[in-house]
Each structure stands twice: as C-alpha cells, then as structure tokens.
T-cell receptor, first 113, second 110 residues
Framework: DAGITQSPRHKVTETGTPVTLRCHQTENHRYMYWYRQDPGHGLRLIHYSYGVKDTDKGEVSDGYSVSRSKTEDFLLTLESATSSQTSVYFC????????????FGQGTRLTVV | GENVEQHPSTLSVQEGDSAVIKCTYSDSASNYFPWYKQELGKRPQLIIDIRSNVGEKKDQRIAVTLNKTAKHFSLHITETQPEDSAVYFCAAAFNNDMRFGAGTRLTVKP
C-alpha cells in the first residue's frame, strides 16, 4: 500500500461547512496528489505537492485548497462544501518523478448533503 | 491540456480469451503511460506502465503497446481469468499534467 493512509474513510457533511481530509505517508516520498473520482470521469487531479509548502493546482482545483507543512502529511480542505463535491477522494504518492509510478491511498467517500 | 479517450467503456469476455483496451491521447509531449486496475470499492492499483522510448512492455499475462506517431496505446490481457474482472484506467502524463481515461469495465465470464 506504499504506506499511505487516508482519514477519515467516510464522511457526511452539510452544505457550506468546511471539511479537511488528511493523507499520511510513511516513506518520505516527495510528490503527493489529491484526486477525485466520479462516475464517467475517471480520476481528476485536484492539487499536487512537490515538497513541503510547495503545491500547485490540478485540473479541478476550484473550491479546494491544500497544505503540506510536513513531508508526511498532505491536507485537502473544502472551504465551503457543496453537493457537487460529493465524490470519492484519493490521495496518491509517486515513487518516481512527478506524475509517474503513482500509488493510491484507500480513498475517502465524502457526501455533502 | 491533455485529453485521454478510452474504449470500450464496457467489455465482456469468456474466461481464457484475450481482452484489449485502447486509449488515445492528444498531447504529443506526453511521455509516460500507466494502466490501473480498480476492483469494486478498492483503490486503483498500478498494473503496468510504459514510457515513450519503448514500443511494448510485457508482464506475464499483460502487455502494453504504444504508438507515438498515432498517439494511442493499448492494454492486452491474455488468458483472462475471473479475477481480472475490474475497471481499468489508462492515463497519459507529461511533467505536471496527468490525465486519466474514463475507464473500461471488464467482465470475465467463467
């Protein structure tokens, strides 16, 4: 499992509330990613990180922010959750260079009601 | 940005037959092409990948072929088994951009 742990695994939240998802890795990998997975869309990149305090936007970053204050933790925050953000969120790390050899966490199922 | 199209969206084969899933990409700069297998309720798992300097790669019953001129790549699974049933995703990447196809649901009938 490449030492990746996501928490929580499931969450139900109300529209308009902030939500933070956590990704923790134990193997000191440089590159970390947050994806969302929706039916018919495959996996879409939200944000990624290339080091402590170094992050950048992905394909679907609107409404999301991230932080990486330690190598092992990459946090995804939904600033004000909306129903369109109901999804399964996957964290991933690369064991190689940026956007190569990516291994995924177990996923977090988020429902916004 | 990159655009990846994957076909077919569903594929049903008899156990022992071969399965082929095809992807096309739009950005000629893409140089890394992974394939993921995702079982129901589980995480996507990397099963094979290929880089742009290679035309074919094999790992036991799975193989991937890449045609850079035509900008398409394919996953081949031979001697399919029921445990190969899953959703398969292709992706194409270059530097800070990796895009996934929409997935193919493969069903292997015993």
């Amino acid at each position: 499992d490449a030492g990746i742990t996501q928490s929580p695994r499931h969450k139900v939240t109300e529209t308009g509330t902030p939500v933070t998802l956590r990704c923790h890795q134990t193997e000191n990998h440089r590159y970390m990613y947050w994806y969302r997975q929706d039916p018919g869309h495959g996996l879409r990149l939200i944000h990624y990180s290339y080091g402590v305090k170094d992050t950048d936007k992905g394909e679907v970053s609107d409404g999301y922010s991230v932080s990486r204050s330690k190598t092992e933790d990459f946090l995804l925050t939904l600033e004000s959750a909306t129903s369109s953000q109901t999804s399964v969120y996957f964290c991933a790390i690369s064991t190689g260079e940026l956007n190569t050899e990516a291994f995924f966490g177990q996923g977090t199922r988020l429902t916004v009601v | 940005g990159e655009n990846v199209e994957q076909h077919p969206s569903t594929l049903s084969v008899q156990e022992g037959d071969s399965a082929v899933i095809k992807c096309t990409y739009s950005d000629s700069a893409s140089n890394y092409f992974p394939w993921y297998k995702q079982e129901l309720g589980k995480r996507p798992q990397l099963i094979i990948d290929i880089r742009s300097n290679v035309g074919e790669k094999k790992d036991q019953r799975i193989a991937v072929t890449l045609n850079k001129t035509a900008k398409h790549f394919s996953l081949h699974i031979t001697e399919t088994q029921p445990e190969d049933s899953a959703v398969y995703f292709c992706a194409a990447a270059f530097n800070n951009d990796m895009r996934f196809g929409a997935g193919t649901r493969l069903t292997v009938k015993p």
